[in-house]
Each structure stands twice: as C-alpha cells, then as structure tokens.
C-alpha cells in the first residue's frame, strides 16, 4: 500500500486543526494559575484553598471529561467534539466578567471548561488512526504534546499581559478564549473538506462501522490495562515533578537548594522547552528508528527520565548551574517521549471506531496519578522536612513505568487487514 496515495495531503490540515484546539485547551487549563494570587486576594480565600477549587477541581473534572469524551469522539466524529468543546471553552470563559465574584461561580465555569478540554485531548488516538499511515502516526501524537506544552507556556505569559492591560483578572482569563476562537474557525474548515481515507462517513470516528463489542473486548485484554497504569505513572510524575521541584529550587537550605524563584522559574521553563522538542522528536524516533514500536522509546523515556530526575537532589548536580540546567533538559526531553507513544500504540493496534473510548479512559483514569502524585510528595515533605524523598518518589514510579511497559503488547485479538484497518481476529489469533 502506498501510505502517501491513501494517506491525502489534507490530513496536514487536519492536524493542524488539532494542534491549534490543544494549544487552546492548554491556555484555558492554565490560565488562573499565574493569576492565583490576585484571584485568591480578590475572593478573600486562602491561597492554598483557591489554588486547589480553581486547579485541582479543574483537573478532577478534566479526568472524568477525557474518560466521557472518548466516547463522545468515537459516538460523534472530530468535528461535532472540536465545536462543542471549544464552545464550552469559550462561552463560560466569556461569562466569568459577569459571574466570577464569587468561589462557586468561578468553580461552575472552571468545570465547564474542563468538559470541553477532555475530550479534544482524547481525540489524538482517533485523528492518527483515521487521517496518517502507521508510521506517522507516533508523530501526530507526538506533535499533540508539543502543542499541549506550548499552550501551557502562552498562557504563563499571555494572561499576566491581558491582566496588565486590563486591569481585572476575570477579563484577562477572558481574553484568553482568542485561540479556541481560532480552532473554531479551523474546526469549520475541517467541516467542509474531504472525508478521511477508506472511510464513508467522517460524522463518527469510524465512520459507519458498529461497535459490536470491540470496546469491551478491548477492556477484556490486560494490556489495555497496562496501558491505563503506564499513562498513570507519567501523570504521577509530570505533574509531582512540575508542581514541587520549583519549590525545591527556590527555597534556602535546608528544605531546598536556595536559588530563589526567579531563578527557580527559569529552570522549569528549561524543562518545558526541552518537553516540547521531546514531543516532536519522539514521532521521528518512533518512525525512522523503531519503525512503528512503541514499547522501546517509551522505555527509554522512562527509563533517563527516571536517572535525570533524580539526579537534582545531588550536590553534584545542584551545585553546579550548567550541570543542573542539563540534567533538567534531559529529563524534560525524555519525559515527553512516553504519553505520546503510548497514544500512537493505541492507533496502531486497537480498531480506529474505539480509538476515541480508549484514550479518553487511558487517560482520564492516568489522570488521577497527577493528583496521587502531588499528594505523595507533599506527604513526604512534610514527614522529612525536605524534597529528596519527594523527588526519590518521582523515580520509584518512573522505574514502575518503565516495568509496566515491558508488558505493553499488541492484544492478539486484533490484527491489520489487508486493507490496513485494524479488526477483531478469529478466536484471538493472528
């Protein structure tokens, strides 16, 4: 089969459409966070207690949203998902001027959002599976992460500049809907292009092909649940790593290392840099390299993510900036090489019509690990009175991951046939 003839030049745009909704996604996630302390003095609540209602409650809706939009992608198609969430992005985003006095209006709105993130995020799977060849298809994931990332850091800057110009903090998160309005208007376009390759109907992820079963058979076979454990791990570690290692940099000895939070702040945006170009290179990795396998790379993430990460608590390491700044980048670049080639194994190897249910649960359920994981070090910090065990947890469940992945198998009850499409095998043989 040549993937180039099937495989038409309009899927760039396709992905270009989930590229700019994902950053959109990101924006929205993360755009009270650099604002936190204005909004907690405004609300008159602890900082503590505002950052966890506006953060942690997004991201606890964010987890059963990714797990009900699978099934809304693989029910409704790309288009039907992209619309509705970038409307439930932007008109509660636009209401918040007018109804965001008040801790439980600001929570209403932040739960609409996360309903409308999850499951753009959970349609990655289903976009590769149905518009790009095998072999690019670890990119298309790839390029999602990078996008995720690169929405996070428009947002750190984007909503302090909107505030500075406009004065109220629920305007400046307001203005920030510009890039769901993008997606929108390239959410139309896709709308009225062709339809995806070997498919007739592009209104539901697998066009006209019935369910029949496959999804529950999927959920049957152990390594999808592999899969939901190793997405777990790295949500345990992305998001313990991101949220306690700043503090570590920034406070004096000898609870941290004592660079202060200028410093500390340049340090994490290394590591989000580096995420981002580890996001992009993973798909070529995965293509040219390991030619379609995503076991190998995403254990090798794991696997120097793990090393590097922990590498930080040494006096070795923190004591010298240009050997911390590189350990830092290795560890960014190489954890982005995981979630990524875990969604381009569910492309390849589960039928494209439940691509959509797959990685809404994978990663809706992962998504609980984030919150584990910021708890665990938090726990931890308290008990020892500093972050080496915090960071040493981190590790542990990188090393978990990386075992985790050993096991992460194509099911034998599905196969490719003839015509590349992915179907249920005969008494589960190949």
């Known amino acids: 089969m040549n993937q180039e003839l099937s495989y038409p030049g309009y899927r760039w745009f396709v992905l270009l459409t989930l590229c700019v909704v994902t950053v959109a996604t990101s924006v929205i996630m ?37 797990i009900i939009g699978g099934f809304l992608c693989d029910r409704f198609g790309l288009i039907k998902v992209y619309t509705w969430g970038s409307l439930l992005m932007i008109i509660p985003t636009l209401a918040l001027p007018y109804s965001g006095d008040t801790l439980g209006g600001v929570m209403v709105i932040r739960i609409l959002q996360a309903f409308g993130v999850g499951p753009i995020l959970a349609s990655v799977a289903a976009v590769a599976a149905l518009w790009f060849p095998p072999l690019q298809r670890g990119i298309v994931t ?51 292009g062709p339809r995806p390759p070997a498919h007739s109907d592009v209104t539901a992820c697998a066009s006209d092909v019935p369910d029949n079963g496959d999804f529950k058979l999927a959920m049957r076979q152990g390594v999808s649940w ?36 200028m410093t500390a702040g340049k340090l994490m945006m290394a590591v989000q840099i580096a995420f981002m170009v580890g996001a992009v290179v993973t798909g070529f990795v995965f ?17 120097l993510f793990a090393i590097f990460a922990v590498s930080i608590m040494w006096p070795a390491v923190y004591g010298n900036m240009s050997v911390l700044v590189t350990c830092l980048v290795i560890a960014g670049f190489f954890e982005a090489w995981v979630v990524p080639n875990v969604f381009a194994f569910i492309s390849l190897h589960y ?33 020892t009175g500093n972050y080496h065990a915090s960071i040493v947890i981190v590790g542990i469940v990188a090393v978990i991951g990386f075992i985790l992945t050993i096991f992460l198998k194509p099911p034998k009850v599905f196969c490719a046939s003839e015509d590349g499409e992915i179907r249920r095998t005969v008494n589960g043989k190949r």
């Open 30 to 66: 993360i755009s009270p966070a650099p604002l936190i302390g204005i909004i907690a003095k405004q609300l008159k609540l602890d900082l503590g207690v505002t950052t966890g209602a506006l953060m942690g409650g997004f991201n606890l809706a964010l987890a059963v949203s990714c």
């Open 226 to 261: 592999v899969g939901v454990f190793v997405i777990f791990c790295l949500c345990w570690c992305l998001t313990a790593f991101n949220d306690l290692t700043p503090a570590y940099f920034a406070i004096d000895p000898p609870i941290g290392v004592g660079y202060g939070p």
């Open 142 to 192: 790839g390029i999602q992460g990078m996008a995720v990332t690169l929405g996070i850091a428009i947002g750190f800057v984007a909503g302090p500049a909107a505030y500075a110009a406009v004065g109220t903090w629920q305007a400046a998160i307001a203005w920030q809907t510009i890039s769901c309005f993008v997606g929108l208007v390239l959410t139309i376009i896709f709308a009225f």
């Open 351 to 383: 039928p494209a019509h439940i691509t959509g249910k797959l990685s809404g649960m994978w990663f809706g359920i992962g998504l609980f690990g984030g919150t584990l994981g910021v708890t665990a070090g938090a726990a931890a910090l308290h008990a």
């Open 287 to 303: 293509e040219k390299i390991f030619k379609g396998t995503a076991r190998p790379v995403i254990m090798i993430g794991y696997a």
